[in-house]
């Protein structure tokens, strides 16, 4: 009986998963600049005699968190959890088809010093469908000073010169000079074309009147395990980069100003280095909408 020669198992072990995290941050961030930015934005006077505080509207998509990426900056500032800006569950954690924001409506934030000289105008969340959401044209007239404080959006018809919620002649203290576009980090990626396009038209025709926008992209601990464990990787995280770079290249919004933030959720007490996330971005907002007030008389 011949004998037979036996090949030998070869065990293949997989290869390892490819490392989440970059060898050194693709953006220099100084996560102990907490205190200096802090009195640098209590310190901001806006450039124009004739405004006291610079308006900045913020929008996005329902459940992004722009009702508490407010409040979030406002508790950064007090030094513990702050909610005037009324949220539904949806903003923070689960999507819903709803927009829980249905008036126009400004919040001042607060230092523990004084009412700082910037106002957040929060805005009815976008939704894809043409016909829902906040229309494009009531954003449009809200970044120019047309849209009253206490409008109720209506989602069937945008507001228009005829109403009585329209101001036919705003002025400067009236206008926005920066749009703020908050964007969820971990559903970003399945974020409805149709709502990339609306946010376009508007970029497009605010652009024309020389308004700056920013995105802040929020939920970023949701998206990435890297960065939920440990916040300071937020710049070193390839997935948080990869998503900020698609969103850039899906609005048209440069990196510089793309901010990743945590907001508030479930903490109860404040932590330096999210208020340093959310500071900094604010204070990119501010000096952004600062420049254009700055340059009113050229448009």
Known sequence: MGSS?????????????????????WRTFDWGQKEDL?????????????????KILVAGEIGAGKSSFINSVDSAFLGRISSRALVNTADGDIVSSRSFTKNLKGFSIRSEKKKMPFIFKDIMGLEPEVLKGSQIED????????VKDGYKFNEEQALTYKDQQYNCDPNLSDQSFCLVYVIAADT???????????????????????????????????????VQNDLRKMYTSKKIKKKMDLCSAKLGVPLTNIFPVKNY????????????????????????????LEDTDSY
């Open 5 to 25: 020669e036996s090949t030998p198992v070869q065990w293949l072990s997989s290869p390892p998963p490819p490392n989440p995290e970059l060898v050194k941050p």
């Open 38 to 54: 802090k009195k640098k934005l209590e310190n901001f006077c806006p450039s124009h005699p004739d405004v006291n505080h610079v």
């Open 139 to 146: 954003i449009i007239n809200a970044v120019y000073g047309h």
């Open 188 to 226: 970003v990626q399945y974020t409805d074309d149709r709502l990339f396009d609306k946010l376009k038209i508007i970029r497009q025709r605010i652009s024309e009147k020389g308004i700056p926008q920013v995105i802040v992209m929020t939920k970023v601990d949701e998206a990435c395990p890297l």
């Open 265 to 292: 959720h479930n903490e109860i007490n404040t932590d330096d280095d999210i208020d340093v996330l959310l500071l900094k971005a604010l204070e990119q907002i501010v000096q952004l909408a600062n420049d254009r």
